[in-house]
């Protein structure tokens, strides 16, 4: 009798959870604070289930999992298939970086492309404009609508004519400049009272903190995307965004006096004890975690970054400040990283399957769906023409939004440039390479020697 | 049964299914890829392969990551012989002499084997972490030993050297199992006469147990070397063959250059590289082993003479 009544307690435990598992769906976020309405430029629902075929659109992205913009994709797939009861829709989404990279590459050997999916970097693009993989969507730029409020309203991010390419083959997607978080508190114990506008008042924070006995920055470089990241700053700062996509281009070399000054400056950063002691070994999560609970005085990131803050334990001692110029490259001055990922659709889709994956386009682009991302899912929109009545942004938030909407000259990673698909790696280790001890010089020529290679 | 025996016939066909599983899965696959290694294909169906020689081959020989990637497995194959054999012998010795708890000490020298090298090289990887985050360091720290205190898996005279120890910490207890179950296998008597003729405890394990458990030896050795010829996962899971390539062994320099950038025809050419040098070396450590093998047994055959003239 006692297991008997022991096997129903479990049996009834197990469907409770069951049952609030399936409850709390992703898709059941609460968009209740969304103004707009999200509508089909094509036709209505009604209408268009009438004549229209069943088709499943593929998505492969990264928002999956932990993603916050998990919640965003889940609620446009969910509200335009209200909008098309037509089309379904199979998410192959994975978060990790690794999983994700694996899951495309198989599916562009394979042939199996899904119909849209995520693309860092223009260069690496070429090869699947050229050979009919991904969707020339220049028609879109005919739509002034729809381009005007984009953050890109031309589209240049992933224009590719610098290699050879004529059209538009991806949608730049949220905007994500790199900013500099600072924790006041750790500032006033130094006595630093104004936020460094120049690279050499930044310096001078440096000498303030490490006297006051403070690691001036976080810099978890096991993750080597994270001294990356820091160094795209510099280089757009110091060279400028041009010369990196002449590098690209191959109108200039990583050996060039310029360049290689870029990389020495970095490597200073690290004798003036920037950083902490083998940072090398410290990955991004250490590297977070440490400046969230007061070590570290700023860490360099996204602004993606925000919502993170703001839910912290010391979210009121937590500001930005955008990445300082150099006195001497004031050219410079408004050059800056800015991180875009961008959505690519399938080139080999035709017919009706084509028509309504250029419309899942649109819609994903579109003043609903960033207004979606910025209430349901806390991220700065992309788009210049959402409405934010009635939301109440923080002021992270309001001063996100003013530094994005005053961005002219910006570029993405240094390696998005160059075609080959080694850079990235060799890029950021050789970077890593020369905190651990290579000159700037031998950094410079190792990267220029995989070019050359690879000619 | 004695007719089974003799028809060729049916010994082939219960041989087939293991032969087409390992010509399939075994013997194609290392011919495709010595093919593949003289194209290059940028990973899109559809594009052709563009045969491109010796290319990848002489790209390999100017790359300084795929030297230092030969310079680390070569050393790794080095320490890895020096360590895991004469460790995982040397505790399969003391198991056979513990009279009490021996099933428990062979349970917990066996633990590390049991993980997967997954968690074995996470576990580490924290142990080993930089400043104080990290467990060694922490105890270097308290024991006053901050001089010693270092970024294990980012210092370029550590790095290396610490995957090789603790694969040799996660694979000995392998050889401690092969060790004893050769030990237990020689004869009490053999042991016994010895003993009474005087023989120490160092006599009877040099040169008794030693040369009876020889061919195990052998075999461990052969085991280490191609087990190690090809480790990726212990290096993956702890640095990545990170930072800036210091750790690379040609598996993770392979898996980088293949699945990473695309360079298949490279991934390729370095696999075919590897399997040469996996072939040379264990039959060059064979052969000195079945010299030593000969020798002795010369010394043997010597020695019975010189007994019978007496």
């Known amino acids: 009798m006692k297991r008997k009544i022991i096997a129903v307690l479990l049996t009834a435990c197990l469907s409770i959870g069951l049952l609030a598992g399936c409850g709390n769906n992703a898709s059941e976020t609460d968009d209740s604070q969304v103004k707009s309405e999200p509508s089909a430029t094509t036709e209505t629902a009604d209408t268009s289930a009438a004549k229209e075929p069943e088709v499943t659109i593929t ?17 446009m797939m969910e509200k335009f298939s209200e909008l098309h009861p037509n089309v379904t829709f199979q998410d192959d989404s994975v978060a990790d970086e690794a999983a994700y990279n694996n899951k495309l590459k198989t599916a562009i050997a394979t042939g199996n492309l899904p119909n849209m999916w995520m693309q860092y970097g223009a260069a690496s693009l070429v090869e699947y404009a050229k050979n009919g993989l991904a969707m020339d969507l220049s028609s879109l730029l005919e739509d002034t609508e729809f381009t005007l409020g984009l953050a890109d309203p031309t589209l240049s991010s992933y224009n590719l004519s610098n290699y050879g390419v004529d059209g538009i083959y991806a949608l730049p997607f949220a905007m994500q400049p790199e900013v500099i978080f600072y924790n006041k508190d750790l500032f006033a114990q130094a006595g630093i009272d104004k936020v460094p506008e120049t690279m050499e008042d930044l310096i001078a924070a440096f000498d303030k903190l490490n006297a006051a006995g403070i690691t001036p920055m976080g810099m978890g470089a096991k993750d080597t995307w994270r001294l990356g990241h820091f160094y795209n700053c510099i280089v757009y700062k110091k060279a400028g965004v041009e010369n990196i996509k002449k590098i690209g281009s191959r109108e200039a ?12 400056i970095l490597k200073s950063f690290k004798d003036r004890g920037a950083f902490e002691e083998n940072f090398e070994g410290i990955d991004w999560s250490t590297e977070n975690a440490n400046f969230l609970s007061g070590k570290y005085a700023m860490i360099c990131v996204p602004l993606w970054f925000i919502p993170t803050a703001e839910a912290s334990e010391i979210a009121d001692s937590l500001d930005f400040f955008q990445i300082p110029y150099f006195e001497d490259a004031i050219e410079y001055k408004d050059n800056s990283a800015v991180y875009t990922d961008a959505h690519v659709y399938n080139g080999k889709l035709e017919g009706y399957e084509k028509e309504i994956t250029l419309e899942w386009a649109k819609f994903t682009h579109s003043a609903y769906s960033e207004e979606v991302r ?18 109440e942004m923080s002021p992270l938030m309001e001063k996100a939004l003013v530094l994005n909407n005053e961005l002219t000259t910006y570029g993405g990673d240094v390696f998005e440039y160059d075609e080959i698909t080694s850079m990235q790696d060799v890029i950021r280790n050789s970077l890593v390479g020369m905190m651990l001890g290579t000159s700037p010089e031998d950094t410079a020529r190792s990267i220029q020697a995989e070019i050359d290679n690879n000619q | ?78 320490i890895g012989i020096l360590t895991q054999l004469p460790i995982g012998f040397f505790f399969a010795i003391l198991l056979y002499y513990t009279k009490h708890g021996q099933k428990f000490f062979k349970a917990v020298y066996f633990i590390p084997m049991i993980l997967p090298v997954t968690a074995t090289g996470l576990l580490w990887q924290f142990i080993l972490k930089p400043n104080e985050t990290g467990v060694l360091n922490n105890l270097l720290s308290k024991l006053g030993l901050e001089n010693l205190c270092t970024g294990w898996l980012v210092n370029s005279k550590t790095a290396m050297m610490c995957i090789i120890l603790v694969t040799t910490w996660a694979s000995a207890a392998y050889y401690i199992v092969i060790g004893l179950a050769a030990m237990n296998s020689i004869p009490d008597e053999i042991l016994e006469s010895a ?25 461990s050795v052969v085991m280490i070397i191609t087990g190690v010829l090809k ?7 702890m640095t990545e063959g990170g930072p800036n390539g210091l750790t690379h062994v040609p598996a993770t320099l392979l898996y980088s250059q293949a699945f990473k950038y695309n360079h298949y025809g490279i991934g390729s ?17 064979l052969k000195i082993m079945n010299k030593e093998d000969k020798k002795s047994a010369t010394k043997e055959r010597g020695g019975r003479k010189v007994w019978r003239q007496v």
Not at chain 1, 59 to 75: E, K, M
Not at chain 2, 231 to 237: G, I, K, Q, S
């Open chain 2, 1 to 78: 049964m004695e007719q089974y025996h003799r028809n060729k016939k049916i010994i082939f066909l219960f041989l087939l299914p293991a032969l087409l599983v390992y010509i399939i899965f075994e013997c194609i696959p290392v011919l495709q890829s010595f093919y593949f290694s003289f194209f290059e294909w940028p990973g899109i169906q559809g594009v052709p392969l563009a045969y491109v020689g010796l290319d990848n081959f002489k790209a390999l020989i100017n790359d300084a990551q795929f030297h230092r990637a030969i310079a680390n497995i070569l050393l790794f194959v080095l």
């Open chain 1, 374 to 391: 910025l209430k349901v899912c806390n991220q700065l929109p992309g788009r210049s023409d959402i409405n934010t009545d009635g939301y």
């Open chain 2, 231 to 237: 480790v990726f996962d212990m290096v993956f899971v």
């Open chain 2, 195 to 219: 003993t009474i003729d005087g023989a120490n405890t160092w006599k009877r394990v040099i040169h008794i147990m030693v040369p009876m458990i020889w061919e195990s030896i052998k075999i």
């Open chain 2, 269 to 285: 050419a370095i696999s075919t590289i590897m399997f040469m040098i996996s072939l040379v070396i264990t039959i060059v450590s």
């Open chain 1, 253 to 264: 070399k990583w050996t060039d006096e310029n360049i290689v000054e870029t990389l020495e």
């Open chain 1, 59 to 75: 998505v492969l992205t990264r928002y999956a999992g932990s993603d916050v913009q998990a919640q965003w994709l889940q609620t």
